[in-house]
């Protein structure tokens, strides 16, 4: 949606409370400051932090932005840390909309679906991409970075350089060290080498 | 001038440490948490020296801020709507005292229920006490608002209500900051009776409340946030408060909006302006976010002669969170329908974390209750409420803070014995207390489990004002120390901790039972308590 100078992206990330989708947002929060542009990003707090399903607005734009809620119907891009936490939004997404979600479900319920069946359709929706983040995290030493994997991954979705996400996660994980930094770069480079099929 | 990425409660916290807040007093509550956290976590307003108190509750911090207006100086109290009720009763009689230094009481309304009993709209008090209202439609207003808010406070010596909604709390933007105020001096009030509501005070502070009326809807007019805005197409005026603008906006957005549009953002409704719309359009369409606040004053019980849409008529759900979609389609703006629908989705109800003390605390009262007819567990509002999900099915009631204890009590009175309470650390101390005194007062035959975290869970690992005190308070209200017992709730712990139920559950009188481990997601949070705690008393 790039039309008239008009830029605009509305993205969900997906998840249970407590896999922290908060970095995700973060992380594209610093890169959209670098990039000087507009954004609102609408937060889940509270009770559904205690493992409940949570979600977070992500809208980027070179103009002012109105709503702190992406309309449904508008959004080019669900990315989600859980498969079936995908699926739920999606009302949301666009025409043109795409979903990234990590593969491995996060069974908190006696009653969680078919795994396959879930898979079937967040392929089903064009374009979309399984990530199995959690592996890919693993084999470069840390478990806890899936979550840029996945963000690795939508990187050319979100629209913002490349350079400038990278830049967000030194400023992130700054506190916690150079090796965590590293890590993190490295995921987020995987995640996009994946998504670009290399 | 400095931007910076901040949610609406911390764009509110921020503005108060800019216009030299004196205090700010809350007790933690979603959606309004993270203001007063954001001005605790203020390297600048500890340079400033700002007080940053968690309270026992709302009610505590509204007095306080009370007190620091009779000082001359600025305060805020922050609490979640239900707060509110809570607080009641200051905030009603502030109004009548008046403020000396500048008072923003800002209640954070939760449209939707999303950590709610209930979805209750403030603005309703704020008419209730007859000041004005502020309601900001995004971040940055939330902060020019506070230092507006201030300012009017002092000019008028009115406490001033803030009304925002979990949406603009939990949303973040880029904020303008202002140049930073220093704080005011002390100066008391020129008339040192002021605060003293004896009736035949009251009564005259009643009537200066209510002279200042009209310079209160004078300010609505022209302070500049309502704004009345033209539009080439008469047939319909809109009028629009707070955060439902944004979604109107949103469906306009590269068009012309059509209709006169009336922006409500501050209260008393400038009735001026009200009827230059109405005057001018053949039917009006009310969006606000909460109840239909604006649109039954507009009503009333006759009419106006022209039709007015919104949400009594059907035009906008009667209840629930606005969003731009069904703002969009009360102007007949049809949204793009995907058409996958997947039947297998399972909802994911929020529980307690692995690990959790909670876990333990049910599992033992389950067991020790077995024996008995089910139905006699009372509860409070904290994390150990997601008890009455299963596998624990534990409580059987959830409805104001220490509501359990006084439930529970009365169902005891009502012959249900034995009746059982379970409330969290810091919910006992907001409103337990009080009423296990009732209790003791009466030796009601009744076991309450304090279940103690040594933290506010819920709302994210803030102070519990029963650290390092509650065994103390316990037997300060006159429970026999026999029948208070601090049990460690793990599973080695199991059999031990069920017998000491059973025990008690047999008792005939009053027990506490306080089921002590740290929450295991604030441990960080926990262990600086526990430092400053050892501090004071070396």
């Not at chain 1, 407590?18 to 990003?41: P, W």
């Not at chain 2, 203001?35 to 390297?43: D, N, P």
């Not at chain 2, 020296?49 to 026992?56: N, P």
């Not at chain 2, 207390?433 to 304090?450: E, Q, R, S």
Request: charged fraction near 20%; glycine fraction near 8%.
């Amino acid at each position: 949606m790039n039309t008239n100078g008009f830029f605009k992206r509305d993205i969900i990330i997906a998840g249970v409370g407590g896999q922290g989708i908060v970095s995700i947002a973060s992380a594209i929060g610093y890169a959209t400051l670098e990039a000087k542009l507009f954004f609102k990003q609408s937060e889940v707090h509270g009770m559904s932090q205690r493992g409940g399903e949570v979600q977070s607005h992500f809208r980027i734009s070179n103009e002012p932005i109105h709503s702190d809620l992406i309309p449904m119907g508008s959004a080019d891009l669900i990315l989600s840390v859980e498969p079936m936490e995908a699926l739920r939004y999606i009302n949301y997404l666009s025409k043109d909309g795409i979903i990234i979600s990590n593969k491995n479900p996060y069974q908190n319920i006696p009653n969680y679906p078919d795994l396959n069946k879930i898979w079937e359709a967040i392929l089903s929706v064009p374009n979309s991409m399984i990530i199995d983040a959690d592996e890919e995290a693993r084999k470069l030493g840390s478990s806890k970075s899936a979550n840029m994997i996945l963000l690795g991954a939508a990187a050319d979705r979100i629209g913002i350089a490349f350079s400038m996400l990278e830049n967000a996660i030194k400023t992130l994980f700054a506190r916690k060290g150079d090796r965590m930094v590293e890590i993190n770069i490295a995921a987020l480079r995987k995640g996009r080498e994946i998504f670009l099929g290399k | 001038m400095k931007k910076l990425p901040l949610l609406g409660d911390e764009a509110i916290a921020q503005a108060a440490i800019d216009a030299g807040i004196t205090a700010i007093y809350a007790y933690p509550g979603t959606p309004s948490t993270e203001i007063t956290e954001y001005v605790i976590r203020s390297k600048q307003a500890k340079e400033k020296g700002i007080k940053a108190h968690w309270t026992s509750n709302e009610k505590t911090a509204v007095e306080a801020a009370i007190g620091v207006s009779y000082a001359g100086k600025r305060a805020m109290a922050c609490m979640k709507h239900v707060g509110l009720n809570v607080a009641a009763d200051p905030f009603m009689n502030s109004a009548i005292t008046g403020a000396n230094g500048g008072l923003i009481i800002v209640s954070a309304d939760d449209p939707s229920m999303h950590s709610s009993q209930n979805e209750q709209d403030s603005r309703y008090y704020g008419k209730f006490a007859l000041v004005p209202i502020l309601e900001p439609h995004d971040q940055q207003e939330a902060y020019d608002m506070v230092h507006y808010g201030f300012d009017l406070s002092e000019k008028y010596g009115t406490p001033v209500l803030m009304r925002i909604t979990t949406r603009l709390a939990h949303s973040r933007a880029g904020v303008t900051l202002m140049e930073p105020k220093p704080e005011n001096e002390l100066k008391l009030p020129v008339d040192l009776r002021q605060f003293v509501l004896l009736p035949s005070i009251a009564r005259k502070r009643y009537d200066i409340l209510l002279s200042k009326q009209e310079a209160f809807e004078q300010e609505s007019m022209e302070s500049g946030f309502n704004k009345l805005v033209d539009g080439i197409d008469k047939k319909l005026g809109v009028i629009v408060s707070g955060i439902a603008y944004n979604y109107i906006m949103e469906n306009f957005q590269h068009r012309n909006f059509p209709y006169p549009l009336l922006r409500i953002t501050q209260y008393p409704l400038p009735t001026r302006m009200v009827k230059q719309l109405v005057d001018s359009v053949d039917e009006v369409l009310v969006i606000e976010e909460g109840y239909p606040f604006i649109e039954e004053q507009l009503k009333g019980i006759l009419g106006i002669g022209k039709p007015v849409h919104g949400r009594l008529d059907g035009t906008l759900p009667r209840k629930g969170e606005l969003n731009p979609n069904v703002v969009g389609k009360a102007f007949g703006i049809e949204t793009y329908h995907r058409e996958e629908t997947y039947d297998f989705l399972v909802n994911r109800p929020p529980q307690l974390c692995n690990g959790c003390p909670h876990i333990d605390s049910y599992e033992a009262l389950n067991e020790a209750l077995a024996e008995y007819t089910s139905g006699r567990v009372m509860s409070d509002i904290g994390c150990y409420t997601l008890g009455a999900y299963p596998p624990f099915n534990s409580i059987n009631s959830c409805v104001d803070m220490g509501a359990s204890i006084t439930m529970a009590k009365g169902a005891a009175d009502a012959g249900l014995v034995p009746a059982v309470s379970v409330i969290g650390d810091s919910t006992f101390m907001h409103s337990g207390i009080t009423g296990l005194v009732d209790c003791v007062a009466y030796n009601t035959p009744i076991t309450i489990l304090i279940v103690d975290n040594e933290t506010t869970a819920m709302t994210g690992g803030q102070k519990s004002m029963a650290l390092g005190r509650l065994e103390s308070v316990v037997l300060g209200t006159g429970v026999h120390p026999d029948h208070m017992h601090v049990i460690d709730p793990r599973r080695k712990n199991h059999e031990k901790n069920v017998e000491i139920f059973k025990k008690e559950l047999a008792y005939q009188g009053v027990s506490v039972i306080i089921a002590r481990r740290e929450c295991i997601v604030a441990l960080d949070e926990i262990r600086k308590e526990k430092q400053k705690l050892s501090k004071v008393d070396q």
